[in-house]
């Protein structure tokens, strides 16, 4: 990769991770180094392989073309699919995981070797776009290159607001870029973009959105515009721009859009860019610019560049920026032993776990909010966040932010509040940008900033927000009691609210993806309501939301199959309901429907009551009926695990529903089969290649559920600290945070030894599998004794099961 090259390049201002002493980040190269990511560029994993700096605003990253063979208008929601050959262009940013059919995506360059002739907005997809392969590429943290079949090599990093590239031409061809302002992953409403010759700058700006817009035309809208500023260090040897199917040499202004099309993907013949190109004789062109983004405006843009990459800045001082500042973050956690392929995977899990949410306000604090205007951080919050997919990311991203850095977790939590307020009063359960767009179920507000609390994250105005989060659950609005968007993206905060209040269930025909699952996810909604308000010394309102979240009951159905109770549909007359589903008549219930739950069926759902396990177990006849029930859950009748593509009567964890599953032997007095289900999944569902992570990422949340399970402990209920206990997978892990440091020794971990047989907590022999929320706060020592043989006496003893959280038989207090 030495040939003289046409170089992009962008600055890094990398965030701080405090946790880590200078003299322990001089001696981590290693974890940045194990990080590949690549894992989850296939199998629906929907990751990015581009740089990106953690928690980065810039996500420089390969768009691929799609698929000629399928009628699929992207590549993959992450804009890359790692079977996949031909790429379109490095656009500056992305989401990692997220699935519909992505977004962002934004101002993509494409590095060619021919002349302009004809518009690069007449085929939207491929037009000008390159082949490649795999053996010449390259992804680590912070860094991403490839050479191009064209002969173009390509080398990109990133700062937190900035990218930069390399781009080496060959020689004897055309070195031509195209900016395609236009072209974001799912279109754009309008782009504009100039070329200034004088000053080697192109800047300009897009407007788009339209995530998920496919599915619904409430979101087949825009709400973000990004900003750019391109500033090269070479003369432009040619310039140009384009318009629709107009291509104008020479051209210094163009705008338009692509628009979103009748079905929400751009069509063919819309969108405009430009191009300028260099001097390729000799050697080849060499050329480096250095690239500034913003969400308020095209001067802010110009403001982080200056203070992130300021111009003379090499892409190698940058690169290694932010290559240090990987390994300060992933050096928090420290491991030793496993094999090559697992510290690839646990570090990989980790970096895709601190990708998001993103950095969303500028240097000088200014932000787009969600009403439009321009705000600003202020009182201590030091950063505004975006892009949350809340309906993931409280089930265990949340409080591994937070345990790691406590602060962070508080400038999450203040830019969900500021968010809402800007939102009018709405917490959307999945905002993209400066954008709502209702994606998924249930209300994970709640949930999510009671995850931050308790896991030290205070630096947020809580009693604020739980004020807000209190009105918004006694009070129906509007978009509440509309179906707008419904299923997947209805409009409402808490939609059906009125029938929730009414009739203490989501029933039939209420506003919701499905009433069984909408009231599973509004129970956890208000207990964590409860949670942050005990905590805030509320008690009322602790004990009022705590008694609203056991209405899960009144969906339980105990003679819903012959196996026991279900979760059922009840329609509004309180009779339960025939399922209905795939175009079949009404039917009697069964298991397997899927008819009134989100993505999963009911014999998923039916153990999503983490808060109260003990409730559950009750309603299910006891400890001995649960126990059978899980064991046909995750087991075959021949006894072989089954635990993903097992079919809908078993365990599917690829995706949210059922990752609390297999920690509920720990409540179940069978705490061994937590540890073996565990560590199948981690053995075998996440690998070192491109499909090794199960299903989308989520934004990271499948990664930190990986993170927590090699740990061998897991956030089990929303809102709460305690950790339930796993295997750990490695000989040694060591936690490095504020609060104080966590080890985690395991002797005699090794393949096929991770059986507990002892724990001991600070030098204190433990018999339950459970840790208290103290030692999550304060730290600790957890020394394991693993064996290859269940020792079926630890942990299951009555009583040493985790807490659950339910009220007391008068509803006065909590039990």
């Not at 509007?478 to 029938?499: I, T, W």
Request: proline share 7%; hydrophobic share 40%; net charge negative.
């Amino acid at each position: 990769m030495k040939t003289s090259m046409l170089i992009l390049v962008a600055a890094i201002t990398a965030s701080s991770a405090p946790y880590v002493s200078a003299q322990d980040a001089a001696i981590a190269m290693s974890p940045a180094d194990l990080v590949n990511p690549l894992i989850g560029t296939a199998n629906g994993g929907n990751v990015f392989p581009g740089a990106v700096a953690p928690f980065g605003m810039v996500q420089f990253s390969p768009e691929e073309a799609p698929d000629p063979k399928k009628a699929r208008p992207i590549a993959a929601p992450g804009g890359y699919e790692h079977h996949l050959d031909r790429i379109r262009g490095f656009s500056l940013t992305n989401v990692s995981g997220w699935g519909c059919a992505g977004g962002s995506g934004d101002i993509p360059l494409t590095p060619i070797t021919t002349p302009v002739t004809s518009s690069p907005s007449a085929d939207y997809r491929h037009p000008y776009s390159t082949t490649f392969t795999h053996a010449n590429e390259q992804a680590r943290a912070g860094r991403y290159r490839v050479r191009l079949d064209n002969g173009v090599a390509v080398d990109l990093t990133a700062s937190l607001r900035t990218g930069s590239a390399r781009f080496a031409f060959p020689a004897g061809g055309a070195a031509n870029l195209l900016i395609r302002a236009s072209d974001s992953e799912v279109g754009s409403e309008d782009a504009r973009v100039h070329v200034d010759p004088a000053h080697r700058t192109v800047s300009g700006e897009v407007t788009s959105g339209n995530f998920c817009g496919h599915i619904s035309p409430v979101d087949r809208r825009s709400y973000y515009t990004l900003h750019f500023v391109a500033e090269f260090d070479q003369p432009f040897a040619t310039h140009g721009v384009w318009r629709d199917g107009v291509v104008t040499p020479g051209g210094m202004e163009a705008s338009g859009g692509t628009g979103y099309g009748p079905k929400g993907f751009p069509e063919d013949g819309k969108g405009s860019g430009a191009w300028v190109g260099f001097d390729p004789t000799g050697a080849g062109a060499v050329v480096n610019v250095r690239i500034g983004i913003s969400y308020v405006s095209e001067a802010n843009a110009r403001a982080n560049l200056a203070a992130e990459n300021p111009r003379g800045t090499r892409f190698d001082a940058i690169r290694d920026r932010t290559v240090a500042d990987w390994n300060r973050r992933l050096g928090q956690i420290k491991i030793q032993g496993g094999s090559r392929d697992q510290r690839t995977v646990f570090y990989t899990a980790l970096y895709h776990s601190l990708l998001e949410p993103a950095v969303f306000s500028d240097v000088n604090g200014q932000y787009r909010g969600m009403d439009g205007l321009t705000h600003r951080v202020e009182g201590g919050q030091r950063v505004q966040y975006a892009n949350f997919s809340g309906w993931d990311i409280y089930r265990g991203q949340f409080q591994l932010l937070t345990w790691l850095d406590p602060k962070l977790g508080g400038d999450i939590a203040q830019s969900l509040y500021n968010q809402a307020r800007q939102n009018g009063g709405t917490w959307d359960r999945w905002t993209h940008e400066s954008g709502a767009v209702h994606v998924m179920n249930g209300d994970p507000a709640g949930p999510a900033l009671a995850d931050i609390w308790a896991f030290g994250g205070h630096g947020f105005d809580a009693r604020g927000a739980l004020a807000s989060l209190v009105q918004a659950a006694d009070h129906p609005t509007a978009a509440d009691l509309s179906h707008d968007g419904c299923p997947v993206e209805c409009a409402g905060q808490r939609p059906g609210l009125d029938q929730w209040l009414k009739l203490h269930f989501i029933p039939v025909g209420a506003p919701a993806w499905g009433g069984a699952a909408d009231t599973l996810e509004t129970a956890t909604a208000e207990f964590g309501v409860s949670s942050l308000a005990d905590r805030l010394g509320d008690h009322a309102t602790a004990v009022r939301f705590l008694g609203r979240a056991q209405y899960w009951r009144n969906l339980f159905n105990p003679r819903a199959a012959p196996d026991g109770g279900y979760i059922q549909n009840r329609n509004a007359d309180g009779s339960w309901a025939l399922v209905k589903e795939h175009g079949e008549a009404p039917h009697p219930f069964t298991p397997s429907t899927g008819d009134g739950f989100v993505e999963g069926t009911a014999a998923q759902y039916v153990w999503m009551v983490p808060f109260n396990v003990a409730g559950l177990f009750d309603a299910m006849g006891g400890a001995d009926a649960a126990r059978r029930r899980l064991d046909a859950y995750f087991y075959t009748p021949a006894g072989a695990m089954a635990v993903t593509e097992s079919g809908p009567l078993h365990a599917e964890l690829n995706n949210e529903p059922s990752i609390g599953g297999p920690w509920l032997y720990d409540y179940a007095g069978q705490p061994w089969k937590t540890q073996e289900l565990v560590r199948q999944v981690v053995d075998t569902l996440w690998i070192n290649r491109p499909e090794g992570i199960p299903g989308n990422d989520d934004l990271g949340a499948m990664s930190a559920w990986y993170v927590w399970a090699a740990l061998g402990v897991y956030p089990e209920t929303p809102g709460r600290a305690e950790l339930v206990v796993g295997s750990p997978l490695f000989p040694l892990a060591v936690v490095h945070r504020p609060g104080g440091d966590v080890r985690i020794a395991a002797s005699g971990a090794g393949p096929g030894s991770l059986y507990v047989q002892a724990l001991s907590v600070d030098g204190s022999a433990v018999d339950r599998p459970w840790l208290p929320e103290s030692f999550a706060l304060q730290g600790g020592r957890l020394d394991f004794r693993l064996g290859p043989q269940p020792e079926r006496s630890w942990g299951s003893a009555p009583g040493a099961e985790p807490p659950s959280f339910d009220i007391d038989p008068n509803g006065r207090a909590p039990n």
